[in-house]
């Protein structure tokens, strides 16, 4: 390793997940001194409310404020036929709640038609929630549920919120932690509906990337793997024009077969479209985001380094993946925007189709919560 | 035989139609590319293609070879090469790292979760330097471990349990030296790559206790082994030994056998001064096995090709009941690139002088699993 990678800012990191999140809410939440902000998306995923009730139950006295993003999916979109049950983890949401604040925070996806088209608004909406840091400046703690948000929606908002902290509690940052209920069955019965004909680097995570191709730079990108994205993979691909590849595959995983199912999956695209080669490929475990960032910094620095004759390098991730291993190409990018360009491709989606929401529903309580601990207590040195 | 004229024969064999040559060809190239050419044991001038078109040839109905054809694509796991150095890389962070921080922060008394002020401070070098990391086989890359973090210095680090007094001599005075402690090791890091019934490792057969973990153990606390081995001259007599046994994989069948021996042993020899706990990197669930057994098709094929002449003792001190699941019945759709362990279904790994053959020939070491 060299002294670069020896001075990674989340390694070590903390992850907490399964049965010892309860425990944590536990130990954590119930000192006098602590002030909670919990934000959290407003959606119809059965996930929505569950990092919330499992700390309500075990740390009930906790003192917490809630945001509640309600984001507006725009007409047209194939997720506006399951609102209701949007609301019904709403009201859910006021009841485990009541008594306690809740501030809308509304945002929408889409700008109105210009010229005909309408534009992807909602990573620049979801920063312009967070415009002063005296909004957050009185909490100890604060967590991000991205269990209901779109990537889109939280990347951006992860950012600005990390951006802030650096910036204006470099002493005494707070606790900042984001929470996500893992579920890969309930994943992959959200089918994603319509990718959008624009797509572009997300509010936060450009970079200088958006002039990548009047650079001579080259471009090195990383798509992080997951099912049923071929579509994203290949428009993504015409946006960047990179010129290496690294697709990165999640290893070691639940099913040890998904990785080869991956590379079945798309071969054709990889191996004899765009030509590339074995050696190029990577694992990153499929359950730990901060060894995801661990791998994919090293390989990018690795780049940066060998391509230093051509003026280094710049970098993008795209991930077709879980959330989970999103929030590993968030810190990735996030630590290196500054010092080589690294840029977050996203490519969204217009609307979920979901195959059976009873069923949905039931696999509810197989999820298992994680929770990524960013800022404040672990990072400081007394 | 060339690449292409094997294709020609696969698809003869198969009696594909021109959709399914155009669907299967390139997707069988990119495995083959990617993964299974680097199988170690294929003999001189035969790669994948060509041991697919021999494995699928056996079979006598087409009807067979489909359902063969089906098994390797949508149940086979090969972990090929760079999956396995994966593995090895991560082994720090993901399991040993944590062990250490937990220690640490128990024994100065700092929430786990103060970790930058627990990695600097001197009790999390102590603990570190205090523990020792030994392969148990080949298979562990120890040497590639060691290198994955620069902290783990070259004196802690043992390729086996059976060492001479001289290494002993340097490793003690090494740990002197270091001025991070006068003490000797109190945690042990047992690796090895992969098991999949236990077997290997800690067993009871006829009333004795025996495997390599056993051994070891063996090695520090009974007095008759103690006085033939120089290893457990490493260690702090005073303090409680911690084991930590990593498998890069392991089936959750071993994991849980191994754990349940290890308890009876522990019982039965009270005045062993350790304790031990079992990880494992990539886990192989028992849903594997449960999903290769639902195949009933697939169930009468194996069944029909198997021979029995690869029963031989080492075969049966396993459940040998429905012996063509392999051995002790793990009933594993595994290839490891370097060899196919005999867990693994037989029809995967039949050497070459068998009447039938295995698509990725194993070389038999008596003394796996």
Known sequence: MDKNMNEMRWNPSVLIQGEQVPLFWKSHFEKDNRKLLFILGKGFDVRMNMALKSLLENSPNVNVECWIIEFEEGEGSSSNKYLKYAYENLDELRTLLSGRSVTSKPIALWSNKTKGKKQRIGDRQATNLLTEYKQISEFTDIIIDISALPRGVYFSLIGRFLTFIDLYAKEAPPNFFIVVSENANIDSNIKERGIDEDVGYLRGFGGTLELASETEEPVVWFPILGEDKLEHLEKAHNQIRPHEICPVLPFPSKDPRRSDQLIKDYHQLLFDRLGIEPQNLMYVPERNPFEAYTRLSKAIHNYFTSLNSLGGCKAVISTFSSKLLSIGTLLTAYELIGKIGVGVLNVDSQGYEIDDFEEMKKMKFESELFLIWLTGEPYTEN | ?369
């Open chain 2, 1 to 369: 035989m060339r690449s292409a004229l094997a294709e020609r024969l696969l698809v003869k064999i198969m009696q594909w139609n021109s959709d399914e040559i155009s669907k299967q060809r390139p997707m069988l190239q990119a495995l083959a590319n990617l993964k299974y050419d680097e199988y170690q044991q294929f003999s001189p001038g035969i790669r994948f293609m060509e041991s697919l078109v021999k494995w699928l040839g056996q079979f006598e109905s087409l009807e067979e070879r489909h359902i063969a054809y089906a098994f390797v694509m949508n149940q086979l796991i090969f972990i090929s090469s760079n999956q396995i150095q994966h593995l090895v890389n991560i082994t720090f962070a993901e399991k040993i790292n944590p062990i250490i921080i937990e220690k640490t922060a128990q024994h100065s008394k700092f929430s786990p979760y103060k970790i930058k002020k627990i990695v600097i401070s001197s009790t999390y070098k102590f603990f570190l330097r205090r523990s020792l990391f030994i392969g148990l086989s080949d298979g562990s890359k120890i040497d590639q471990l060691r290198r994955s973090y620069n902290r783990i210095s070259n004196e802690q680090v043992l390729a086996t349990y059976q060492v001479s007094q001289d290494k002993v001599k340097d490793m003690l005075d090494e740990l002197k030296q270091s001025k991070i402690s006068n003490k000797k090791f109190n945690t042990v890091f047992l690796i090895d790559d992969f098991t999949a019934s236990g077997t290997t490792y800690f067993r009871k057969k006829d009333g004795i206790w025996g495997g390599k973990i056993c051994k070891f153990i063996n090695s520090i606390f009974d007095p008759k082994a103690r006085s033939e081995s120089a290893i457990s001259q490493l260690i702090q007599e005073d303090e409680v030994l911690d084991i930590h046994v990593i498998f890069y994989i392991a089936t959750e069948e071993a994991l849980e056998k191994l754990n349940n021996n290890i308890n009876e042993y522990k019982i039965a020899n009270p005045t062993y001064r350790f304790q031990l706990k079992i990880h494992s990197i990539q886990l192989l669930g028992n849903d594997i096995k449960t999903k290769v057994l639902a195949e009933e098709s697939f169930l009468q094929l194996i069944k029909k090709y198997f021979d029995a002449d690869i029963i031989d003792k080492h075969y049966e001190m396993g459940k040998c009941n429905e012996p063509y699941l392999g051995f002790n019945e793990c009933s594993l759709p595994l290839v490891l690139n370097h060899n196919t362990p005999n867990n693994s279904l037989p029809i995967l790994w039949l050497p070459e002088d068998k009447k039938y053959i295995g698509l990725f020939p194993r070389v038999t070491r008596h003394k796996d699993e």
